[in-house]
């Protein structure tokens, strides 16, 4: 298994090399080679995704990812930084399905921003398109608009089938969960949501088994803090997408948990952590590992053909915060405060 390493920026380091040690632990058939990306990839090579780190990526069964970004480079031109390197990973190797699981884990309902028993126990799949809309769409730019100084605009752009190919993913995830689909769009505003429910609702006809629903946006973003606990899974655009799995993730009591897959239509996939790169605590060895060590278990489950590996890092995961121990962002009083290499040597010891 060859597996492409891409720690990237902030605190990408310092998470990732505690995903490998766990990986190490198990003790798989497993080659890893690293790469620099983002801001890491312009300092390297004047390019956020060095042709070298792309072609490394290409040739590797999984990619697992850091983060990217940091403020030095917010001047340089939209090219050069550093996010265009997971744009440009995303749309290259067609990762197209994003799954963005939010799990509540019992130990840690108290340290969401919500009361307890409305997050208690939650398991939810957010499932954004990851390739298409207003991140992609032509044209876009800036252009000067006359007497009202410059403009400027985005395509927001979805056809059938890309619609179509990212609802299935949707219904096959909750054919093996509660079987429950919540589309969520702007239908009521939109042409591309229009086309996106009505293609959703025929897609669903081949489905029968599964339940599907339609909600706003706004609506959701709503639900999600008054009742999270009526939606399984969610399926929606790229945008609504990256903002809803924000939100779903303070429902879980940190970003710092959350772990996502990014697959293309043969399998393969990038697999990071939601969260940035953290500049404000990058290198002080206060990061969560614990979102990047389960990406690491979900590329072993949905890349790698290793379900029962994948099984044991969460078990390992859920033993260490049963144990007590807390990185800042999921402290609560009571617990003991650890750091990102005590976390992550943790789960090894565990394992
Ligand atoms: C995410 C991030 C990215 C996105 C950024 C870094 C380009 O916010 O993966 O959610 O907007 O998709
Ligand atoms: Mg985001």
Redesign the pocket.
Known sequence: MKIAVLPGDGIGREIVSQALAVLNKLGLPMETAEAPVGGAGYEAAGDPLPEHTLALAKAADAILFGA??DARYDTLPRAKRP?QA??GLRKALGLFANLRPAQVYAELAGASALRPEVVAGLDMLIVRELTGDI?FGQPRGMRDAGANGREGFDTMHYNEAEIRRIAKVAFDAARKRSKRVCSVDKANVLETSQLWREVVTAEAKNWPDIELSHMYVDNCAMQLVKHPKQFDVIVTGNLFG?IL??EASMLTGSIGMLPSASLNAQGRGLY?P?H?SAPDIAGKGLANPLATILSAAMMLRYSLGQAAAADRIEAAVKAVLRQGLRTADIYTEGTRKVGTEEMGAAVVDRL
């Open positions: 990217v970004g996010e997971i744009l991140y990256d799995s924000d990071e939601i940035g």
